[in-house]
């Protein structure tokens, strides 16, 4: 940000400027009290995210304007730190800034801290964070994946110590985590106190952004400050880089372009893409992601792209997907041409990147399943709308994407998502497919990792999935009180390439391992 006065950077601002009037003791030769600046904090900790071999993107959030300062080193107490000055937090961010660190050394564990730095030069909290870069050469690597945070009214609980399936993740040390979506549940709002159908009573912390549906950019910007709240996220965000996707939720249910809401509960904004826009703002300004634009593939004026490729070494490359932003309408899915969920531009944008991959892995990081029906009222919401017959509508467009896969000879191709509330391991077979141009894949599902717990939703058999195993909650919208309802996957590729996928309730505990070799 450029041109910054005192004045602009202060207007707004003074509530949170830390400043501390003394006694009359200590008052000026003026008459008037002297002024004590107290230490600027870091309210939201810090994290790194979309972490490759040679780059790395900081976040933090400051309580009151400054300019950020990162240092980094990879040597440990001994090794040298190079300091970056990064840019200005000021309330047109929320007080968020983020830096790209670039340069790094591949296949290194690497320290960085985090400080605000005001116009007088002072430096407040320390935020002290970890990632590491990807190894060139073929190196172990491990993360995990899940979705769903802070949803069905099920916020932050203190009587049971947050939200703890993030420490349970946190525990496995991964090399980074994908969020596959509804980071924040924008919709739902969170009372003070639920009571769940045993009668027992689910505490919340509340504050007043997340108390009502967002509607206002403020809103937004509050229901990732709360979940930034709890100890366990905030823990394993500066420990584990994230790779964040946005699905729904970050804005409203089952959303689609050009939607209008009919529903009361919003007064002051019904427009969907004025929703979105704000949305989208306060989710780059609160995620650990480049402002990128793309290369000209699409046509968004100044909204940055969500849909990107991580590369994380030999043996892994993530291809994070938006099957939001580009939909068309949510209908019953039968058209008999086809419609667009990943968008034209987005599937050959796919289709480009997995071919030039030389990675062992190509991770696709969907936030939506391929074959599992979610409904939306008598229309669909992802993919599949159950009829078992050849593919129609946004089916045909999936059916393109992997009959390219094959043609263009692209191999170990994964798909890992979120988005339904229960875990499964699918396996496609075209032989057993009512389209069967493709070579057949897993899918993996994994999520809440926070939120209430649902399913099994019914499966459409177009492109042949069998369902190799499913965890369950033991009923609709069950709480996180009962971590065994929530759910995450681990995944980890040996030196030699072979990838193991387990997933996991929110204690951790092993549900289901498969083993999966790649083809050469």
């Known amino acids: 940000m450029s041109q910054l006065s005192r004045r602009s950077l202060l207007t707004g601002a003074l509530g949170g400027a830390g400043l501390v009037a003394l006694g009359q003791s200590t008052a000026s030769a003026a008459g008037a009290p002297a002024l004590l600046r107290s230490r600027g904090t870091l ?6 995210g979309d ?9 933090s959030r400051s309580d009151r304007p400054g300019r950020m300062v990162v240092r980094v080193t990879s040597g440990g107490r001994r090794g040298s730190w190079r300091e970056i000055a990064g840019p200005w937090a000021t309330p047109r961010s929320d007080l968020t800034a983020k830096l790209e660190l670039k ?11 985090v400080q605000f730095e005001d116009l007088d030069g002072h430096r407040g909290e320390v935020g002290v964070g970890h990632f590491s870069t990807a190894a060139l050469h073929d190196a172990p690597t491990s993360f995990v994946w899940t979705g769903d945070t802070c949803g069905q009214g099920w916020g932050i609980n203190p009587d049971l110590g947050g939200m703890v399936a993030y420490r349970a993740m946190h525990e496995l040390r991964p090399d980074f985590l994908i969020h596959s979506g509804d980071n924040i549940y924008a919709d739902g709002p969170i009372a003070e106190r639920v009571v769940e159908p045993d009668g027992q009573v689910w505490r919340n ?6 108390a009502k549906v967002a509607e206002t950019l403020d809103e ?7 979940n930034l709240m709890d100890k366990n996220l905030r823990g394993m965000y500066a420990d584990v880089p994230v790779i964040s996707q946005w699905d729904d939720h970050e804005t409203v249910n089952n959303w689609y372009p050009g939607e209008v809401l009919d529903d009361p509960r919003y007064t002051r904004e019904r427009r969907v893409d004025v929703l979105s826009t704000r949305a989208r703002q306060a989710f780059f300004e609160f995620m650990p992601i480049a402002d990128r634009h793309g290369r000209g593939l699409h046509d968004l004026g100044k909204a940055p792209q969500v849909y990107r490729k991580v590369e994380r070494g030999s043996h ?3 291809f994070a997907l938006d099957m939001r932003t580009y939909r068309g309408a949510n209908t019953p899915d039968l058209e008999p041409y086809r419609t667009a969920f990943l968008g034209g531009r987005q599937v050959e944008w796919l289709l480009d990147e997995l071919q030039r991959s030389r990675a062992t892995w190509k991770v696709i990081a969907a936030d939506m399943p391929i074959g599992i029906v979610v409904p939306d009222g008598k229309a669909i919401e992802a993919i599949a709308q159950g009829d ?6 946004r089916e045909l467009e999936l059916a393109y994407l992997l009959r390219e896969i094959k043609r263009r000879k692209i191999r170990n191709v994964v798909w890992f998502t979120a988005d339904v509330h229960y875990c499964a391991a699918h396996y496609y ?4 497919a009512a389209f069967s141009d493709f070579d057949g894949f897993y899918e993996f599902v994994a999520g809440p990792i926070s939120a209430g717990g649902f399913g099994p939703n019914a499966m459409d058999k177009t492109f042949g999935p069998q369902v190799l195993f499913q965890g369950l909650p033991r009923y609709a919208n069950q709480s996180p009180r009962d971590q065994k309802a929530m759910f995450f996957g681990y995944v980890e590729v040996d030196r030699a390439g072979t990838m193991t996928v387990s997933l996991r309730n929110g204690l951790g505990e092993v549900l289901h391992t498969t083993e999966l070799t790649p083809r050469s």
């Open 51 to 59: 972490v490759t071999s040679r780059s790395a993107m900081v976040w």
């Open 43 to 48: 309210p939201s900790g810090v994290q790194a």
């Open 205 to 210: 912390v509340v504050t007043p952004q997340v």
């Open 103 to 113: 340069g790094l050394a591949p296949g290194r564990d690497f320290e960085y801290r």
């Open 429 to 432: 077979d075209p032989s057993k």
């Open 220 to 226: 937004f910007r509050g229901r990732y400050r709360y």
């Open 316 to 318: 892994v490359d993530v």
């Open 388 to 393: 078992a017959g050849a593919p129609l509508g």
